[in-house]
């Protein structure tokens, strides 16, 4: 009788592990983002910016809350209501839920309306927690997904990196920072948005209230990394509708034609890919610098992560980190 509980476990453990792998690779054929919300009124500019670049059918939109486990709540029959209901009828007490809410408001007003649209809710155990994780998925007729998500963590931090390996996603969209750490200090404690920003293994975008400006200011220094980084930003600047200006920094006088060699060879991979570039620019001087202040007047500008881990980070630095803690407008770290 044991032989065949443990027969049957693994069975339902292999069947298990057959039905994720069949979502994450339906899942890979599809640009998903991760927007992440901490409830401030500063933190909703992540899904407008999900919205805005959200414009195609085989988009997937994700909005994510994380709350510290347990938070007061103690009620058992909690548990079996959200096992039954949506959360969002049955757990308004549940930190997050009104900010979820409030997302759908947000949405409507950028075009995403999805009062319509027929909806599944999932509640799952976590961390002995009373309420657990949660979602609220929408599916509009066309196959556009919109999902709502109170996830319970032990931190913020690592909620949304664990929501990453439930994903995988193209993009997570976090607030600016509250603070940022030196390379070092970060070692022992770096706030939410440097975590993410250095952990995660997708393109982050760090958003400030840019809604004013227009454009994509990528950067570029030749390199292959930075060439395929120059190639994914453009397809979604072009799919927004936003000109595209290119960049590259030389660091002496005598570095300068190679920086131009930079922005030419992107153009001509832009221009075979049918893609516009508005403007290409050179600069000289202190690479994280210059791109901080040329890129200011810009909706987003572009840098490519390095790929170091936070050792060689306290070693040889980190351009992409620079201008992400610098930058006064919003940044995509591509990876």
Not at 1 to 14: G, H, I, P, V, Y
Not at 162 to 171: A, H, R, S, T
């Amino acid at each position: 009788m044991a032989f065949r509980r443990s027969t049957l476990s693994d069975r339902q453990e292999a069947a298990v592990q057959k039905t994720l792998q069949h979502l994450r690779a339906q899942r890979r054929n599809r640009f998903r983002i991760l927007a992440c919300i901490d409830g401030t009124d500063e933190s909703f500019v992540t899904v407008r910016f999900a919205a805005r670049f959200c414009v195609q059918d085989n988009c997937d939109l994700i909005v994510v809350f994380v709350r510290p486990i347990d938070s007061g709540l103690q009620s058992g029959g909690l548990q079996i209501r959200l096992a039954r209901q949506s959360m969002l009828d049955a757990g308004f007490e549940i930190p997050g839920v009104s900010h979820l809410k409030h997302s759908l408001e947000i949405l409507k007003e950028e075009g995403i309306d999805v009062s319509g649209w027929p909806q599944e809710a999932q509640h799952a155990d976590a961390w002995g927690d009373p309420a657990g994780d949660n979602k609220v998925e929408y599916r509009s007729p066309e196959g556009r997904i919109v999902v709502l998500k109170l996830k319970t963590a032990p931190d913020v931090a690592n909620g949304i990196l664990d929501q990453y390996e439930l994903g995988p996603y193209n993009l997570i969209i976090t607030g600016q920072p509250s603070r940022w750490r030196g390379e070092f200090m970060a070692f022992f404690d770096s706030g939410v948005v440097q975590t993410v920003t250095t952990m995660a293994p997708c393109s982050v975008l760090v958003a400030r209230q840019s809604f004013d400006k227009k454009g994509f200011f990528i950067c570029t220094d030749g390199s292959s990394r930075s060439m395929q980084a120059v190639r994914r930003s453009a397809v979604l600047a072009d799919v927004t509708g936003e000109p595209i200006t290119l960049f590259s920094v030389a660091d002496s006088a005598s570095g300068r034609a190679a920086a131009e060699e930079a922005v030419a060879n992107a153009k001509a991979l832009l221009k075979a890919m049918k893609i516009q570039v508005a403007e290409t620019r050179v600069a000289v001087g202190n690479a994280a610098e210059e791109i901080v202040e040329s890129g200011s007047l810009y909706k987003v500008i572009v840098v490519t992560d390095e790929g170091r881990s936070r050792f060689q980070r306290l070693i040889r630095g980190s351009i992409a980190t620079d201008v992400v803690r610098k930058a006064r407008t919003s940044v995509l770290d591509v990876r």
